[in-house]
């Protein structure tokens, strides 16, 4: 059995809230999602989730040749920001269960994290959040995940990573972290109450 953490780190997209660019973001386009991966950019959105380029500067780039309603589109993504089924009382439970466990947010995304955050009251939810366009890096690479346990505190053992993406997964364990990958809200209760953090 892994030893029990003392920190929890949840990817955000389409891990605890639904992600808009798969149908949200082509749709508003006009674009399929294959047609809009094709037109995109190569570097513009990484570069956004980096901080390395601002909105307006991302807008300007984002579809080469193309031009849409940046205003219209913020708003179609902005109201699209939901959480998943189960899991805002999966957070809740974590909080009434195991309250000596921090639970944070370690995300790649753009300034819009905030949307998120307010829209689905993350503040509230967790403890804080460790995002790419603050913190320079992006999982995998090892600074994503090392840089927000230094800043708390703890060594990687100490921490359950929880992400969709198997190689975010990966990332997090050649560091030292324990790491989940999610499929589910009812999937993940099961893993953590093991781990017993919270209630079957």
Known sequence: MSPRPRLL????????VRDPFHEVMPSFLGMTLPEMLQYKHPTA???FELGRIDERTFFALFLPGRS???????NVV??????????????????QN???VRLYALSNYPPWYRWIADRCELDTLLDGAFVSYETGARKPDPN???VP????GEQPKQALFIDDREKNCEGARAIGMQALVFNSAAKL??????????KA
Do not use: H
């Open 9 to 16: 780190f949840f990817d955000v997209m389409d891990t605890l």
């Open 45 to 47: 959105w990484i570069d």
């Open 68 to 74: 849409f309603n940046a205003e219209g589109f913020c």
């Open 149 to 152: 346990c230094q800043k708390l």
């Open 78 to 95: 902005r109201e699209s920001y939901a959480l998943l089924p189960g899991i805002r009382e999966l957070l809740v439970d974590l909080r």
């Open 189 to 198: 209760r099961d893993e953590l109450a093991q781990r017993g953090l919270v």
């Open 98 to 100: 195991a309250p000596d």
């Open 144 to 146: 994503a995940y090392l």
